[in-house]
């Protein structure tokens, strides 16, 4: 991944699931990723790039695919989102959290489509001077991007699927059971 420049539209403008914060060169924001993507996550690309030489401590979330959900085996998910709303979301996670915690850089990427178990579905990365600002920021970014991010999954098992959050699974009456999508995004899957 690197510190390359994130690919570009035929007008010059990042796509909707991807763009950096782009402001001046001095802002400490310039160099925050926020992304949206189909490929697998390149954990140790995004670790470089947060990472700075006045940094001592890179704090990771590496939210993936668990193998059971409501004591059932999951087979995979599906991540679905509205793009352009959920970057925006994205952005607005990293400005709150240069405003409350003393941190230099943040990655915040989610996987959409379909998801196999143990792949990355959310990673999250923080770097600064010291530990307990990159821990701190690190779990709030996680717990304000499944309140508020909309992003939804939905989990699929051997006898049907649901839609993650504040859904039970189908109660088993001989036939398959649908459920449809719930009122609030879930972003993660490792809970």
Same mark, same amino acid.
């Given at each position: @991944?690197?510190?390359?420049?994130?690919?570009?539209?035929?007008?010059?403008?990042?796509?909707?699931? +991807?763009?950096?914060?782009?402001?001046?060169?001095?802002?400490?924001?310039?160099? /925050?990723?926020?992304?949206?993507?189909?490929?697998?996550?390149?954990?140790?690309?995004?670790? $470089?790039?947060?990472?700075?030489?006045?940094?001592?401590?890179?704090?990771?979330? /590496?939210?993936?695919?668990?193998?059971?959900?409501?004591?059932?085996?999951?087979?995979?998910?599906?991540?679905?989102?509205?793009?352009? @709303?959920?970057?925006? %979301? @994205? +952005? $607005?996670?990293?400005?709150?959290?240069?405003? %409350?915690?003393?941190?230099?850089?943040?990655?915040?990427?989610?996987?959409?489509?379909?998801? $196999?178990?143990?792949?990355?579905?959310?990673?999250?990365?923080?770097?600064?001077?010291?530990?307990?600002?990159?821990?701190?920021?690190?779990?709030?970014?996680?717990?304000?991007?499944?309140?508020?991010?909309?992003?939804?999954? %939905? +989990?699929?098992?051997?006898?049907?699927?649901?839609?993650? /959050?504040?859904?039970?699974?189908?109660?088993?009456?001989?036939?398959?059971?649908? *459920? %449809?999508?719930? *009122?609030?995004? /879930?972003?993660?899957?490792?809970?």
């Amino acid at each position: @991944m690197g510190h390359s420049a994130p690919l570009r539209r035929r007008g010059g403008l990042p796509s909707s699931g +991807e763009r950096r914060v782009e402001q001046t060169m001095t802002d400490p924001l310039s160099q /925050d990723l926020y992304r949206l993507t189909h490929d697998p996550v390149d954990i140790a690309g995004i670790t $470089q790039h947060v990472r700075g030489s006045a940094d001592g401590a890179i704090v990771i979330f /590496d939210g993936f695919v668990r193998n059971h959900s409501h004591n059932r085996e999951t087979l995979y998910l599906d991540y679905e989102a509205y793009e352009p @709303m959920a970057v925006t %979301k @994205m +952005e $607005q996670i990293g400005i709150e959290l240069h405003a %409350k915690f003393p941190i230099h850089r943040v990655a915040i990427v989610h996987r959409l489509g379909r998801l $196999q178990i143990g792949e990355t579905s959310v990673l999250i990365a923080v770097s600064s001077q010291h530990r307990p600002a990159a821990f701190d920021a690190c779990r709030y970014a996680i717990d304000i991007l499944k309140r508020t991010v909309p992003i939804w999954k %939905k +989990e699929y098992f051997v006898d049907g699927a649901v839609w993650a /959050d504040g859904e039970l699974p189908p109660v088993r009456s001989g036939r398959q059971e649908t *459920a %449809k999508p719930p *009122a609030t995004p /879930d972003a993660d899957s490792a809970s």
